[in-house]
């Protein structure tokens, strides 16, 4: 079996399309590979118009089984190509795109799935939005990237480690620090004094001492579905005179002064006082993305929808408990055992890429005192339930073994992959008949 895999992100052009459209793709690839290439070769193309019909045909000529999986929302997935092709995608809505808006055919998804035929996608929620927009047996199945087995051996082995007081990091990028930097230098451009930050200043490395009860979130500040916004205003209020309370944001994006200036000003105004707030922008070497890890208490998500949530699932792989709604993928994996959950609400919305911007769909919004008071709780039983922690900390293993582990994603793409070449070989058979 030939597997033919294409993001338009790769490992050359990462690096510039952080926090761009559809840059996560590239992640949730590598992690797809290793599991895809126990199933049967794979190639990784560059160019689909240009190799993948070649590659195809190469195949049918030996009688070899072959299929393109394209990790791209439908709209970006080639629909003419001979090779049998699957759209891997994420998608994080109550409805499907199912309009030809902005005199593009593809935009109406159902055009799209249909001629490809099959697809895969990261969550049941997601499963059962294209299914009421197709068919009920629709081929499309669940299978999140399988991040399981890489951060759950980190987490063993931070487990192995004493425990200590303090985690210190080294980042190679801008650190800001609530309790360093003058917060006035963010205020409104009349109220605006003291000194802000170089921008054009040389990328150097900084040293991050992390303590207390640390909660860390992984995002790109420029995706409007990450509501960042509630998760900062929350943790300011509730924690205002909390000084062992320290909330780590690790922003994903290729612009500092874009990714850094909005949620500066926001912090600004609302002045976090005892509690701490600390932006990280910048690269994290293995060894110190595990050190945050082993600082951090509770991983934090306050987003409208998550596809699937790739760092929610890493750090919970590792043991870290989490504070975040119940919703869309993360209904698939969390649960009042392994997190703080946060009540929402629905909330009409238009698709992200709709120039339209029409309201065809639904999002979650989070219900903000709920946020705070699962800050309250979280931070409780952190300083003073060990028991409790524990118990969660291994439920969050737990529990994201069933999601997202190798095994996992294995078997369900196998049983998939055999169920759509058989699917063919009965086509290919009546076509010559």
């Known amino acids: 079996m030939l597997i033919i895999i294409h993001s338009e992100t790769n490992q050359h052009t990462i690096s510039r399309n952080l926090g761009r459209s559809e840059y996560s793709y590239f992640f949730v690839l590598k992690e797809y590979r290793p599991v895809l290439e126990r199933l049967g070769r794979v190639i990784e193309v560059a ?38 092709t699957v759209p891997v995608f994420a998608w994080e809505f109550s409805t499907i795109p199912d309009e030809p808006f902005a005199n593009d055919p593809l935009n109406d998804w159902r055009t799209v799935l249909k001629a490809c035929g099959a697809a895969i996608t990261h969550s049941t929620y997601t499963v059962n939005a294209v299914r009421a927009a197709m068919t009920r047996d629709y081929p499309i199945v669940a299978v999140p990237a399988p991040v399981w087995d890489r951060f759950a051996a980190r987490g063993v082995q931070l487990q192995g480690q004493p425990v200590v007081d303090s985690v210190r990091l080294i980042i190679k990028g801008l650190v800001v620090d609530s309790r360093r930097i003058e917060l006035d230098a963010f205020a409104p451009a009349g109220l605006r004094c003291g000194t802000g930050i170089d921008f054009l200043a040389p990328i150097s490395e900084q040293e991050l001492i992390l303590d207390g009860v640390v909660y860390t979130s992984v995002f790109n500040p420029r995706d409007g579905r990450k509501n960042w916004e509630d998760m900062i205003s929350a943790f300011c209020a509730t924690f205002r005179e909390t000084d062992d309370a320290t909330l780590v944001l690790k922003l994903t994006h290729h612009d500092a002064e874009e990714a850094l200036t909005d949620i500066l000003h926001y912090v600004y105004k609302n002045q976090p006082r005892q509690c701490r ?43 870290k408990p989490a504070v975040a709604p119940c919703t869309t993928a993360m209904i698939d994996y969390l649960n009042a ?15 992200p890429h709709d120039p339209r911007s029409a309201y065809r769909t639904l999002r979650y919004a989070t219900n903000w005192a709920s946020v705070c008071a699962a800050y309250r709780a979280s931070h409780a039983v952190a300083k003073n339930d060990p028991q409790r922690y524990a118990q969660m900390s291994a439920q969050a293993v737990i529990s994201l073994r069933g999601f997202c582990s190798q095994w996992v994603a294995e078997q369900r793409l196998q049983a998939f992959l055999a169920q759509l070449f058989e699917a063919q070989a009965v086509q290919l058979e009546e076509g010559e008949a």
Do not use: K
């Open 47 to 84: 160019d689909p118009n240009a190799e993948v019909d070649a590659l195809y045909a190469d195949c049918r000529a030996r009688g070899e089984p072959c299929v393109f999986l394209s990790f791209s929302p439908p709209h970006r997935t080639p629909v003419h190509l001979a090779c049998p």
């Open 277 to 319: 707030i600390v932006l990280i922008y910048g690269y994290l070497a293995d060894a110190d993305y595990e050190r945050l890890v082993q600082a951090t208490r509770y991983v934090v998500n306050t987003s409208y929808g998550e596809g699937q949530c790739l760092p929610l699932m890493e750090f919970m792989s590792c043991g």
């Open 337 to 351: 055992e392994n997190a703080f959950l946060i009540e929402s609400t629905e909330e009409f919305t238009a698709w």
